[in-house]
């Protein structure tokens, strides 16, 4: 017997999520391009609305989130009955793993895949699978390969963190045609509107046609409401029912509702944010192409950062040190098997023509 209460053994297993720093060694508040926040802001629009609804502090928000439902359907083409919403799509993958998963299940996701899941498998009592990466991007056959009997849940982020990597529709249809029926396949779309060209990988025509894949998306990212926590997914009927009998009542706050409702609708900002990040991440691209002497190589990137490896002389520990000191906080990332890497956001037009001019310095060129 002991005299304390004694955690499961799983949630002891699990490596907290360590969310991008804000601060320097030194306490300096500089540039964050650690967490792939929106470096335009937010949607005016957006900012209205939120603070309009400021004079409803006292009402619980609405548990249904009819409007938010509506709005999306009405945007996307969706069913709202199909529609589950949660504190950012975290939430919502937790959702998932605590629907469809458990003690004695797996759960499959890629190498260098989202840290949310194996925190969100573990926490079920379920078990990682990891399956191996093909030069940092999504392998089909690697995931197909790891399923066993036991397989309950398949992670993707498509496109890729903190890789930024993409695979087309042909290969999610692939890997969606090779698993079973009873395994729930999550395509995690955080990043989806940072695709060239708008690109569609029919993740979400799956959700809307099969029986066993569920599409997650956010507003923190495009839509400049990262404080605010607002994420989504949808499913069949079926999981959406199982979802909602976990998910918290009030989840979603009334302002962030509000303010996400606007945001939909003001697509001169979300096209201002499309067209700088293209135009940045590709001249960012470029430039770390040029330092290709010096060791360092940007992973092809759909996302809204893009990841720099380190495979020369010049350190990702000691770049990652170095423009911290030049005023610059990027996402070293040793504790998902990527020592040799960082992700960078890709930052306003000043802070990403400064991250080049810092690792220029350091790399000697």
């Known amino acids: 017997m002991t005299n304390a209460p004694v955690p499961k053994p799983w949630i002891m297993e699990i490596a907290p999520y360590i969310p991008g720093r804000s601060t320097t060694d030194d306490g300096r508040k500089v540039a964050k391009l650690s967490s792939n926040e929106n470096p335009l802001g937010t949607s005016p629009k957006a900012r209205e609305a939120f603070a309009s609804a400021a004079t409803s502090l006292e009402r619980y928000p609405d548990a249904s989130a009819t409007e938010l439902r509506d709005t999306l359907a009405a945007k996307h083409g969706l069913d709202p009955a199909r529609i589950i919403y949660g504190n950012g799509s975290d939430e919502v993958l937790h959702l998932a793993a605590g629907a469809f998963a458990g003690p004695g299940d797996e759960v499959i996701y890629v190498n260098y895949g989202f840290s949310v899941y194996p925190i969100a498998t573990r926490r079920v009592g379920a078990t990682p699978v990891v399956a191996p990466d093909k030069d940092y991007a999504t392998d089909v056959d690697a995931i197909l390969a790891a399923v066993t009997d036991r397989t309950r849940i398949v992670f993707i982020a498509n496109p890729n963190n903190p890789t930024g990597t993409y695979a087309p529709r042909g290969e999610i249809e692939r890997l969606h045609a090779g698993l079973r029926p009873d395994i729930l396949l999550v395509i995690d779309h955080a990043y989806a509107e940072y695709i060239d060209g708008g690109d569609d990988d029919g993740g979400m025509a799956l959700a809307q046609n099969a029986p066993n894949v569920l599409v997650t998306r956010t507003f923190s990212k495009m839509y400049g409401l990262a404080a605010e926590r607002i994420g989504w997914g949808y499913a069949a009927p079926a999981i959406i029912e199982a979802m909602h009998r976990i998910r918290l009542p009030f989840s979603i706050t009334i302002a962030g509702t509000a303010a996400a409702v606007a945001a939909l609708g003001d697509t001169d900002f979300v096209a201002s944010t499309r067209d700088h990040n293209a135009q940045w991440r590709a001249w960012f691209a470029d430039e770390i192409a040029k330092l290709g002497n010096a060791g360092l190589r940007a992973i092809p990137s759909q996302a809204n950062f893009i990841l720099v490896l380190f495979e020369g002389e010049l350190t990702a520990e000691t770049a990652y040190k170095g423009l911290m000191d030049a005023g610059y ?26 991250v080049i001019a810092a690792l220029r310095r350091m790399a000697g060129a």
């Open 329 to 354: 906080i990027v996402r070293w990332l040793p504790g998902q098997g990527l020592p040799h890497g960082l992700r960078i956001t890709i930052g306003t037009a000043e802070e990403t023509q400064g």
